[in-house]
């Protein structure tokens, strides 16, 4: 667990803003924190107000095909594509003057280059201590659910007992007079 992840992967966390390294202060609250985001199945990072990313759970870095510790320093604007720019910039306003509410951005990615392009919605909620200026990001990523292909069978008549009947000329299948007990 000193590398950063509750389960002992590579990559670490880096330590919250604003403790100034201080891992003793936090505890074993650190831990817990780590372990519970591991196992959160929506995907979550925590990064510095500028985008840059502290720490990822698994679910985060499974978009990217990756683990978690790459992640660590890349910029969430490098990896999401904001629909509106507009929105971008009300939430950098929104963190300047100090307001702490959640704000959504619609976001596009693409996991790799021969990869479809995915949609959705990153929650970005300014979290820690309120004096700390600027606060630290939690983002987490809902995902768009892609539109569903029809199933190959779709468009025949349902299966009923009874109706189906072997093809023509096959011998007709007779039961067993023996039991089987």
Do not use: K
């Not at 590398?3 to 505890?27: K, Q, R, V």
């Not at 519970?36 to 990072?45: G, N, Q, S």
């Amino acid at each position: 667990m000193d590398n950063g992840t509750a389960d002992g992967a590579a990559g670490g966390a880096a330590e919250p803003p604003g403790t100034d390294g201080a891992a003793g202060t936090a505890g074993p609250w650190r831990n817990h924190f780590l372990i519970l985001l591991d196992r959160i199945p929506l995907p979550v990072a925590v990064c510095h107000a500028y985008g840059e990313v502290l720490i990822a759970n698994p679910a985060m870095a499974a978009q990217w095909g990756t683990v978690p510790g790459r992640l660590r320093g890349r910029n969430l604007l490098d990896l999401f594509r904001p629909r509106d720019g507009a929105q971008v910039e009300r939430l950098t306003e929104a963190l300047r003057l100090g307001h702490r509410s959640r704000y959504p951005l619609e976001v596009r990615w693409r996991a790799g280059p021969d990869e479809a392009e995915r949609e959705g919605e990153l929650t970005v909620d300014p979290v820690g201590d309120p004096s700390l200026r600027p606060p630290a990001l939690a983002a987490l990523l809902r995902i768009a659910t892609p539109a569903r292909r029809p199933h190959p069978g779709a468009g025949r008549a349902p299966w009923r007992p009874g109706s189906w009947r072997w093809p023509p000329g096959a011998p007709p299948r007779r039961r067993s007079a023996r039991r089987w007990g």
